[in-house]
């Protein structure tokens, strides 16, 4: 997306938060539909919009009056896009009657697979949950969902779907055997089986409870023996205080419960009016989830599963892409933050686009605690773009702030590449200087120790 774009959305998405705390639903709906434009796979957007449409009509499931006949005409142009396999123009028409009644099944259905088929699983993921909600019988939009949720490895609340579609048709032996296989899943990915050593590497459910003074039924003993117990003991008492649910939500993700500290600070968000400190808590509890995804996959696919292996290539993808939406938008909001830059800069190096990143990492090198590394990221990023005397003087630069023990590869990368390139410049001793640092910390390091001896006549 173009620089243009990336500030269109951004001026957008604040102009949207203004009027939602306004309770102006008609022009929150207008901007964040334009955020959604913008950056289709965004969740958040997604998300923010169909929450302020059903504010809109007040919760009441039908939308608009007259909705079914308002909606006849979006209906046929989803069909005729259906036939072309015109995902992008699904999609439009799509949030086209969404406004129109955010509640529609099928519109929500038909949004999930057109996202699917565009690569925005969780935006997908979501669309297909609004379906299930509105239809919670329908098979087919259990299935899609069920899918979804084991193509990102969200294996439990896969396993919760299927059993709810073995629930409607009690014959369905394919959904009650992907339920089982997707149980087993979570056990293993989750439950910590496979990297114990021994029965003693598992602590038992009443163990945990026991340790932090749980009893069966959920409650603890008494106030100041459970966080979690006194937290929502609090929200109970003071329902509408988001700080409540921002300590909660700060509490499950200490835990390691993802699932549990979304959906609490989505709470707080609701009830702060779209606080934007906490949608970025929002943010990055999801970002979490998918390196949690990611890593689970990793695990497995190196045991040989196959699944597992097909789903690495997209789970990383999809989490990079979300880090660049994410990281953008922060850089906007918050220009004197060089760390974002910096770690913008890293995804876009990631992404072969290394004119991005220059400007990123030039920024970044004017804070004292990444200097170094930002002038060495910024290095590479001018060899990859052949400006190569460009590329040597902020490897100059970096060379001296290295230490080998505090940053062992980057010191190698460095003075191996400045050998390179005085090597390539005729500077013989320069390059001997630069190589020989390198043999010093790694003898095996590349081609280096072949170049010296090259250089030194043989």
Partial sequence: MSGDKRKLAADCWRRGNEAMQKENWDYAIQMFHQCVRFEPGNLLFRQTLRGCEEKKYGGNKTGAKMAGMKLMSVRGKIKKSQLKKDWDSIDKACEEGLMVNPWDAQLNADLGTALKELGHTNCAAFAYEKAVGADGKNKGFLRELAELYEGRGDYKLATGIWERITKIDPMDGDARMRGQQAATKQVIDRGGYEGAESSKGVMADHEVAKRLNIQKDGQADGPGQS???????????????????????????????????????????????????I????????????????????????????????????????????????????????????????????CFMRTKQFGEAIPLFQQ?????????????????????????????????????????????????????????????????????????????????YKDTLKRLEELQGG
Wanted: glycine letters at 6%.
């Fill in 364 to 444: 970044a090198s004017q804070d004292n605690r990444i200097e170094t590394k930002a002038l060495a990221k910024l290095g590479f990023c001018f060899m990859q773009e052949k400006k190569y005397p460009l590329a040597k003087r902020q490897f100059e630069k970096a060379a001296p702030k290295l230490n080998a023990n505090d940053h062992p590869d980057l010191f190698k990368d460095v003075n191996y590449w400045l050998g390179r390139l005085c090597e390539a410049a005729g500077d013989k001793e320069s390059a001997e200087n630069y190589f020989s640092e390198v043999l010093a910390v790694d003898y095996n």
């Fill in 227 to 277: 966080e979690e117990a006194d937290l929502q003991r609090a929200i109970r008492k003071e329902p509408d205080n988001k700080d409540h649910y921002t300590k909660l939500g700060d509490f499950y993700r200490r835990a390691g419960k993802l699932d549990e500290a979304r959906d609490i600070y989505q709470k707080a968000v609701e009830l702060s009016g779209g606080d934007v400190n």
């Fill in 279 to 346: 949608r970025e808590q929002v943010e990055d509890v999801e970002l979490d989830m998918m390196r949690k995804n990611l890593e689970i996959a990793q695990q497995k696919a190196g045991e040989g599963d196959e699944t597992a292996k097909a789903n690495v290539a997209g789970l990383d993808k999809e989490l990079l892409l979300r880090e660049i939406e994410v990281l953008r938008s922060r850089v906007e909001r918050y220009p004197n933050d060089m760390r974002n830059k910096f770690r913008l800069g890293e």
